[in-house]
């Protein structure tokens, strides 16, 4: 094992914003790899590392074009202050749960703690003290030496897709670590493979980019869940691996419904490893699709390891037009685009779904889908659409957003007990909007009990923080339907301590 190629210095770290960024791509140099076996063991959650061990780096052949830290560091952006009550929220990037009896005993010494979320899926952390903490979202887990906040967030692999060359290939999710590295000892980073009895001939490597290149950084060791590497330094970090074996991947299944007038049924499955960085991508491909799709919530976790090069079939019954009807499993983190089965059905009837192994004929992974999987949503929508059917359109306000009708008219609904009663106005919503203060996140959530992922698809769609409110106010009204009158509004928010609030509530039901 040669290590001539030249350790790199960690003293020109990359300290960017922890939203992603377009690095350039420098050649990754793996001339001096090497396997993690040949450091220190370790238990998960222990301490046991040599203490003149340092990582060692090996420089890539490329820099990172002619902004170096200059440039990097002027991509910096703000944290938001506003920050989510930790107890609510479930991110879209969340860790799915794998069930695997060599890989479910791990980790169980560590401090589970949960991180606040902040804007755009990035999260903070906030220890008191020396230790080591396991993040509950993510699954990362970190060794301090003291008090310390540490900001982090999923990133995609794709933008690093020709620096990860064969033999090494994506081992688990990639992160952008933000925090003071010289209080951050170790960082051990989940990886995707189930190891079993299989990791002797196994190599696994941290790939880090900084603002002189990229590289890959020996680790200390590996476990059945986890990565464990040496802080060097700061910036999008991630684990890959090298096996001479055959890689098992822990598998996941992922289903979108196309959102349409026709009364067929078409969906998007998606076979992924069980890699947040994978399926955050997905969820991004699907929300700048030219279609509407909504997430199909089923159990996602294969029940069979998936292996790169077998042959997959989709079954429905009854019956669908599924296109491609088989696909070869291979690992699609480093893709722009992830490909997808499409599965159609003319008439909207219950079926099931189930992913076959082609060679043993076992099972994957099975889901039943029912109506009620999708019927709310559309529900929703065409209340939401006749609400405003019927009513005399006039000109918007420049101050409101393009979808709402400034002035629109309310329409009269009839309740179970005969009284009528007057929906909200877009334009009454949008005045108790304009009062709501900084508390409106946790309004959402206690108060109107809307879930996190609803208002994290509000926050990535609207910079307008006043146009946020009034779409969370709307999301409301769409899942209350005939309940989302003023008195139920009213009844709420009556423990909303700002008097301008309950003088806007007070107007709506002098209205009524």
Not at 405 to 423: E, N, P
Request: charged share 30%; with cysteine; hydrophobic share 30%.
């Amino acid at each position: 094992m040669s290590q001539d190629s030249g350790v790199a210095e960690s003293s020109d770290d990359h300290h960017g914003s922890l939203e992603e960024k377009d690095y350039p791509s420098p050649n990754l140099d793996t001339s001096g790899d090497s396997k993690s076996g040949e450091d220190s063991s370790f238990e998960s959650g222990s301490e046991a590392e040599s203490d003149n061990e340092e990582a060692k780096p090996e420089k890539t052949n490329g820099k990172l074009g002619e902004s170096s830290t200059e440039e990097a560091s002027a991509q910096v952006e703000e944290w938001e202050d506003k920050e989510l009550p930790t107890q609510h929220y479930n991110s879209e990037s969340n860790k799915i749960q794998s069930h695997c009896e060599h890989c479910n005993a791990e980790n169980k010494h560590n401090e589970l703690v949960t991180p606040r979320l902040l804007s755009r899926g990035q999260f903070l952390l906030k220890v008191d003290g020396e230790g080591t903490y396991q993040c509950t979202e993510t699954g990362l887990i970190f060794e301090v030496n003291g008090k310390v906040d540490i900001k982090y967030c999923v990133l995609s692999w794709s933008k690093y897709s020709d620096l990860i060359v064969k033999p090494w290939a994506v081992g688990g999710p990639l992160f952008d670590v933000k925090c003071d590295p010289l209080c951050l000892t170790s960082i051990q980073f989940p990886h995707s493979l189930c190891l079993g009895h299989r990791d002797a001939n196994m190599t696994f490597k941290v790939f880090h980019v900084k603002s002189t290149g990229a590289s890959l950084e020996y680790t200390v060791d590996h476990s059945a869940t986890h990565v464990k590497w040496r802080v060097s330094s700061l910036s999008p970090v991630g684990p890959v691996v090298q096996s001479e074996e055959t890689v098992f991947h822990h598998g996941a299944v992922i289903l979108y419904k196309a959102i349409d007038h026709n009364p067929s049924l078409s969906f998007r499955v998606y076979v992924a490893t069980n890699n947040e960085s994978f399926i955050k991508d997905i969820s991004k491909s699907v929300k700048h699709s030219s279609k509407k799709f909504m997430k199909i919530d089923k159990p996602p976790v294969c029940q069979k390891l998936l292996q790169n090069g077998k042959k997959y079939r989709l079954i429905s019954e009854p019956e669908a037009e599924i296109t491609p009807e088989e696909i070869e499993f291979v690992d699609g983190s480093l893709l722009k685009l992830k490909s997808y089965i499409e599965v159609y059905l003319e008439q909207p009837v219950e079926f099931k779904l189930l992913l076959v192994e082609m060679d043993s004929e076992e099972i994957v992974w099975k889901a039943k889908l029912r109506e009620c999987d999708w019927v709310q949503h559309h529900q929703n929508q065409n209340i939401s659409k006749s609400s405003t059917s019927g009513n005399r359109r006039r000109k918007m306000s420049s101050s409101l957003p393009d979808e709402m009708v400034y002035d629109k008219r309310m329409k009269q609904i009839d309740s179970s007990d005969g009284v009528k009663t007057k929906t909200l106005t877009d334009t009454q919503l949008f005045n108790l909007a304009e009062k709501l203060g900084k508390e409106w996140l946790k309004i959402a959530i206690a108060n109107l009990k809307l879930n996190i992922s609803e208002i994290d698809a509000i926050r990535e769609k609207e910079d307008n923080v006043t146009i946020s409110k009034f779409k969370m106010l709307k999301k409301w009204q769409e899942k209350e339907q005939n309940n989302a009158t003023a008195q139920n509004l009213c009844n709420c928010l009556k423990n909303v301590d700002s008097v301008e609030v309950q003088d806007v509530l007070r107007g709506f039901l002098q209205e009524t």
